[in-house]
């Protein structure tokens, strides 16, 4: 699977951006799309996860402003930011086939994409 992000940019806090991810490639075997994001100088950290099943998930440090959901007709995942802060600063990135199981990731075909950068300012 090929994954394309778009929609990063730069806005200030309390606005919203949304993400694209733009999907090719062997897709209907997918098992989960999800959303990671790394800030300068720290790991990355899964956000958001979307199932094949619809079901979603997020992170706590999202949870209640971030919405995932996909649009299988056109292989696009999305990521929809509210209510930004300056601690949302990060690259973000569209990944497939790493799932959280609860408790560790279960790594099937993994694909990145390239990232795109969010950054927002207080």
């Known amino acids: 699977v090929q994954l394309v992000e778009s929609g990063g940019g730069s806005v200030q806090a309390g606005g919203s951006l949304r993400l694209s991810c733009s999907a090719s490639g062997h897709t209907s075997s997918t098992h989960c799309m999800a959303w990671f994001r790394q800030a300068p100088e720290k790991g990355r950290e899964g956000i958001a996860e979307?199932?094949?099943?619809?079901?979603?998930s997020y992170s706590d440090s999202v949870k209640g402003r971030f919405t995932i959901s996909k649009d299988s007709a056109k292989n696009t995942l999305y990521l929809q930011m509210n209510s930004l802060k300056p601690e949302d600063t990060a690259m973000y990135y569209c990944v497939a086939d790493r799932c959280f199981d609860g408790k560790k990731y279960i790594e099937y075909d993994v694909s990145w994409g390239q990232g795109t950068q969010v950054t927002v300012s207080s």
């Open positions: 979307i199932d094949s099943d619809g079901s979603t």
